[in-house]
């Protein structure tokens, strides 16, 4: 594995324990967070799969945007589409006043976060932990 790619690996396991050590908070009001970080997460997993493919690593932030510069090298991942839909709502939608997260759409979250972080780091030769 590439060194750059490691290092997307490294800050999106961040975003992943963020994710899950929050999920088991009984803190109040954080499932936007909870849901941000699952964002995250696959959004630099998805950087991590660019980078180790030599392909340019664009600065956005759009799941479905990345997922379109990977599906030539991965085109079953395009089952991930509807998982990536809502994981992009935790990326701006539920960043501002008047959109909340509920404690439903933060396990959901997790849950699609957790699926995909899976293929990803199988297709980086990691564990699917």
């Known amino acids: 594995m590439k060194a750059d790619t ?3 690996v490294r800050f999106a396991e961040a ?5 899950t050590a929050l999920n088991r908070s009984r803190a109040k009001h954080i499932s936007n967070i909870i849901g941000f970080h699952c ?10 799969r660019l980078e180790e493919e030599s392909l340019p690593v664009p600065k956005i ?3 479905t945007a990345l997922l379109g510069l990977l599906l030539p090298k991965e085109p079953l991942w395009a089952s991930f589409t509807p998982s990536l839909l809502l994981l992009n709502n935790f990326a ?7 959109h909340v997260a509920t404690r439903a759409d933060a396990r959901e979250a997790l849950k699609a976060c957790r699926s995909i972080r899976g293929e990803v780091r199988l297709s980086l030769g990691l564990s699917k932990k």
Not at 92 to 98: D, Q
């Open 6 to 8: 490691g290092e997307w």
């Open 61 to 63: 932030h759009s799941l």
């Open 39 to 48: 964002q995250q997460c696959v959004e630099k997993y998805f950087k991590a």
């Open 92 to 98: 701006v939608k539920f960043r501002y006043p008047g």
């Open 15 to 19: 975003d992943f324990n963020a994710a």
